[in-house]
């Protein structure tokens, strides 16, 4: 019955395809690659091994990856102004796994935000960093203001002394206050890591943060959030010695990668280039987007965290709907209405797994074209379902008419096609 194994996926495949066009998706770790990024996913980059670097590879039949890759590199550098970049991981996590092999051995301690604060997994005691053997101290967090606390962070700091400082967050608001910190990172002589997966995109647009004018030393990433690559991985790196970029290269390879999807890279290189020319009015557009989202939701009755604060500087937003049933009940019902989003924890929360909030993200409908105008429409939508209690059902059907408006990509070359072009597999 292979065939019918075969066809049964193929067809769950294709109503997935189906479901998303009808979809309004809001999950602020997700995006759209443009059509000819999403076209190196298919072609023989996809059926190749390279290993090592550029021009000093393991294997044969490397020519043109060797021309990609290096092209890949030298736009990595430019657009995120730094000396080293390393498009190898096969993921953010990986990337962070490359950076925790790189600089930072068992038994050692690195400083973290936690969990509930927005950290991602990987860098929890629970996820990468604990099953390395590296212990982590938390940041002191300001909750109304959805970010470390200075003072006593360079408190944390002078008192600790870790070799690595790390930053960055699946929650990420605001920037972390690294410029106050330069200070007390020099006197304690740590590398500062910053994981910039969820706003890498916005980065390269020059919008929320500029982390090497920052002092970051080293940055890992995602390529597929607000950055709108494949699911890749990368790794940046300024100032560092002859040292770290060797102890570096080596984590990447052989330390926790082999081939490292030369499609992925591929796709990679396409979206830098298209980021180079079009990522400044995206990543503007994301963040205007946000901010819109954030005021329309809390004019609807939603509590979105920090009001005060313009809600936020990046492409998210996090509410608390703890009045209207908690995170797991409320994106549960959104998705029945075709709103795809997800329940996340708050600050104050101690379990990940009924968390009291919910996290919004603006890129993907930013890719297709919505504006601040739009945004106002999305939050009446989710309102409609969250607050008011509709019927999902019916509140889907007006879902599905407002998508059909967006379904064209934008800020990539081929803007203005069908943003799901290369997803129509033949029936
Ligand atoms: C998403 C995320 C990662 C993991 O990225 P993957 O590419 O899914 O492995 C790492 N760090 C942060 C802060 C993230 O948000």
Redesign the pocket.
């Known amino acids: 019955m292979s065939l019918e194994d075969a066809k049964y996926i193929r067809e769950n495949v294709m109503a997935h395809n189906k479901w998303f066009e009808d979809c309004i998706p809001m999950i602020a770790?997700e995006n759209l690659m443009s059509p000819l990024a999403k076209e190196m996913l298919i072609s023989d980059f996809a059926d190749r091994y390279a290993e090592g670097l550029p021009g000093k590879r393991y294997y044969q039949g490397n020519i043109y990856v060797d021309k990609v890759e290096t092209r890949a590199v030298e736009l990595a550098k430019k657009i995120f102004n730094c000396d080293l970049a390393d498009v190898r991981p096969i993921?953010?996590?990986?990337a962070?796994m490359a950076v925790l092999f790189a600089f930072a051995q068992p038994g050692d301690t690195i400083t973290t935000c936690a969990l509930a604060q927005g950290a991602?997994i990987?860098?929890c005691e629970f996820g990468a960093f604990g099953q390395r053997g590296v212990k982590s101290v938390n940041y002191p967090w300001n909750e109304s203001d959805m970010n470390i606390d200075v003072d006593g962070t360079a408190k944390l700091l002078k008192q600790v002394k870790p070799k690595v400082a790390q930053f960055?967050?699946?929650v990420f608001l605001f920037p972390p206050p690294l410029k106050e910190l330069e200070d007390t990172f020099n006197e304690v002589g740590c590398l500062v890591w910053e994981?910039c997966?969820?706003v890498l995109g916005l980065i390269a647009g020059g919008q929320f943060q500029k982390p090497f004018e920052d002092g970051v030393n080293v940055v890992s990433s995602?390529t597929h959030?607000t950055f709108p690559g494949p699911?890749h991985?990368i790794v940046l790196g300024n100032k560092l010695t002859e040292e770290q970029v060797k102890e570096l290269q080596h984590a990447i390879f052989p330390g926790v990668t082999s081939s490292h999807h030369l499609h992925a890279m591929a796709a990679l290189a396409i979206t830098l280039a298209e980021m180079d020319v079009f990522g400044k009015d995206y990543a503007a557009q994301a963040c205007k987007n946000a901010r819109a989202l954030g005021q329309a939701l809390y004019e609807r009755g939603i509590p979105v965290l920090c009001p005060d604060l313009g809600f936020t500087r990046s492409h998210a937003v996090a509410a608390d709907v703890t009045k209207f049933g908690k995170g797991k009940e409320c994106a549960k019902l959104l998705e029945d209405a075709n709103i795809i989003c997800n329940k996340n924890m708050l600050p104050h929360d101690t379990s990940s797994v009924n968390p009291s909030g919910l996290r919004f993200g603006s890129q993907e409908m930013t890719r297709l074209g919505m504006k601040e105008s739009e945004m106002d429409e999305v939050a009446d939508l989710i309102a409609r379902v969250v607050v008011k209690r509709e019927d999902p059902a019916k509140v889907k059907e007006d879902v599905k008419e407002l998508k059909h408006h967006f379904d064209t990509i934008q800020f990539c070359f081929n803007a203005g096609e069908s943003a799901y072009k290369y997803r129509k597999l033949v029936p």
Not at 91 to 94: E, K, L, N, Q
Request: charged share 10%; glycine share 16%; no cysteine.
């Open positions: 770790s993921s953010g996590t990986v962070n991602h990987s860098t960055g967050l699946s994981d997966a969820h995602s959030k699911n991985g």
